[in-house]
């Protein structure tokens, strides 16, 4: 379980959360959703060591990983599908997932058949260089090689922005599968409701920074559901 508390992050002088608190079990989605510019990506950032936080607690299986690199937090199970993706455009389909090998032992070092099976699309384009591929392509190369490093907890920021509703289709598949292993803790932020509430299991709503509202699944559908969709795009 990854367990944050009264997290505090700065860039310089500025606050971007103010004692967030938030959890991911495994075997469940927890959805981080909020406005743009609220702290969503911060918090991610902040968890997966892209930036150091200035309080608060970080515990990823029960141990505090705030000191820790990205790198060390990587090979303790942790996986980062950022925003934008961020593909090696120059590298081929490949070589971008062989990238996921560098945070696992020699012999764990394979690319999971589970990755062709939710994006077939890969498979037919190994020789291809990633810059090649579609945005939409591109976010499931970011995803398989989140996979190939084998995650315990998955976080991904806003994986669907800027993609054809087809493959959001696919990726929100990939989720679910990826979900229903039982193995893997699954943090998501999201700013698209309908595809966030389809596959929560509970919710944190971020504004200012800070935690203004959270709750099950159950907590965004019917009357309550179209609250808090429409306190979203105020």
């Known amino acids: 379980m990854l367990k944050v508390q009264g997290v505090t992050l700065h860039y310089g002088a500025a ?3 103010r004692g967030v608190s938030v959890t991911a079990e495994e075997g469940k989605v927890t959805t981080v959703l909020g406005r743009n510019g609220v702290g969503k990506t911060s918090l991610l950032r902040g968890i997966v060591g892209r930036h150091p936080i200035s309080g608060g607690t970080l515990r990823w299986e029960g141990t505090d990983i705030a000191p820790l690199s990205a790198t060390e937090r990587a090979r303790r199970g942790i996986a980062y599908v950022p925003q934008g993706r961020e593909i090696f455009p120059l590298l081929t389909v490949r070589e971008n997932l062989e990238v996921g090998f560098g945070v696992l032992p020699r012999g764990a070092r394979r690319i999971p ?3 062709f099976e939710l994006f077939p699309v890969l498979l037919q384009m190994m020789n291809r260089r990633g810059g ?3 945005g939409g392509q591109q976010q499931q190369l970011a995803i398989g090689r989140a996979m190939v490093m084998q995650p315990r907890l ?3 920021d ?4 800027g993609i054809q509703p087809s493959i959001i289709k696919d990726i929100g598949r990939a989720i679910e599968y990826l979900r229903d292993q039982a193995n893997m803790a699954i943090l998501l932020v999201e700013q698209y409701f309908d595809f966030a509430r389809d596959l929560s299991d509970g919710f944190a709503v971020l504004d200012r ?3 203004v ?4 699944r159950a907590d ?3 009357p309550r559901g179209d609250d808090l969709r429409r306190w979203l795009t105020v």
């Open 132 to 134: 090649d591929l579609s």
């Open 213 to 216: 509202m959270s709750g099950a």
């Open 154 to 156: 998955l976080v991904l």
């Open 15 to 17: 606050q971007a959360l």
């Open 220 to 222: 965004m559908e019917g």
């Open 158 to 161: 806003e994986p669907t922005e």
């Open 209 to 211: 920074g800070e935690v």
């Open 113 to 115: 058949d589970a990755v």
